[in-house]
């Protein structure tokens, strides 16, 4: 961050263990810009940068520095881009049509920014997260008289409405996708408030409760797997990092890192929101408060799991292999070993790999 005529500049940055946080190389000293998803290869980010006017999407990458993604026809100057696929060849985010409205766009090198318009009868749209197989668009769009509404996008059945939560207002809006598209999270309006949610195509749109004592929650982002979901709780005007697991509920992190797993915050003193989750569910960051009362980003290492065990019997064995192939040939999720969104001969090498060294 700098400053120019007296205003702040503000810089897309990334953090890596080997050289902490580091502006974006490429971008001029003189221009703000912001950081918004990293691919899950970690090989491309994407965000906006300030321009005349407005703003425009960007993507980076080592080899292709900034790329400037422009914005829909006819629109004003003011795009910005939200996610991107695992490999990032896709990328998706907000852009202006021509009618002065909001749009969610999809954006691919050969074909440019896309809009993917609106639910029947909407105004506008916008776009939150994409599937790291670049197939599944998730973001919410409003109807006038009808409130605002999470969508799921696929090029087979265009936008499709999720709902909302029941006993509140319409109001629902999607943030995070699984690997494969099978689960959505999100925030919406219940009848106790604003309430994290999780979509799947079985079940629905579900709410998460809050952490106990809190009055509201918000979902940020969800593991490779749709079993792990991060975010933040409020009570009152503050706010508390959480993790969501099917078998556990929602909890306070904060006290998972610190009473279930024994481990020291380091200089942070709050936990406030946990923003995102990398692929397993064992990594997770977000920002609070550090020991001097400032604003700082912080990560967590939640420990490894023994994912060979695949059964979960608690020994690593040749029933693993067998439930693991049976797995595979279902083509379940769950057997997307190395993240890439594909089921296929790698993931098998790749569990096997993992099964012959066992688990410490």
Known sequence: ?????????SHAARW?????????????????????????????????TKIEGGSEAFLWTEASG?????????????SRATSASGDGAVVVG?????DGQARAFRW??????????M????????????????????????????????????????????GDLPGGSVFSVARGVASHGNVIVGYGL????????????DEGMVG????????????WDVSADGTVVVGESKAGGRGRAFIWTPAEGMRNLQEVIQDDLGLDLGTMQELIKASAVSADGRTIVGWGFNDDGGVEAWLVYLGSVCRADFDKNGTVEATDVLAYLQAWQDERFSTDWNYDAIIDTRDIIAFLREWVASCP
């Open 1 to 9: 961050m700098g400053v120019c005529d007296g205003f702040l500049i």
């Open 16 to 48: 890596t263990p080997e050289e902490n946080m580091r502006g974006l190389p490429g971008q001029p000293d003189e221009i703000s810009s912001w950081a918004n998803a990293i691919s899950w290869g970690g090989s491309t980010i994407v965000g906006q």
């Open 66 to 78: 900034f790329v400037m993604l422009g914005d829909l026809p006819g629109g004003n100057p003011q």
């Open 94 to 98: 907000t852009g202006n049509a021509d």
């Open 108 to 117: 691919t090198e050969d074909e440019g920014m896309v809009s993917l318009g």
């Open 119 to 162: 639910l029947p009868n909407g105004a506008n749209s916008s776009c939150g997260a994409i599937s790291a197989d670049g197939r599944v668009i998730a973001g919410q769009s409003a109807v006038p008289g009808a409130g605002l509404q999470a969508f799921r996008w696929t090029e087979n059945e265009g936008m499709v409405g999720l």
């Open 190 to 201: 219940s009848e106790e408030g604003w309430e994290a949610f999780r979509w799947t195509e």
């Open 208 to 219: 998460l409760g809050s952490i106990e004592e809190s009055q509201y929650s918000f979902a």
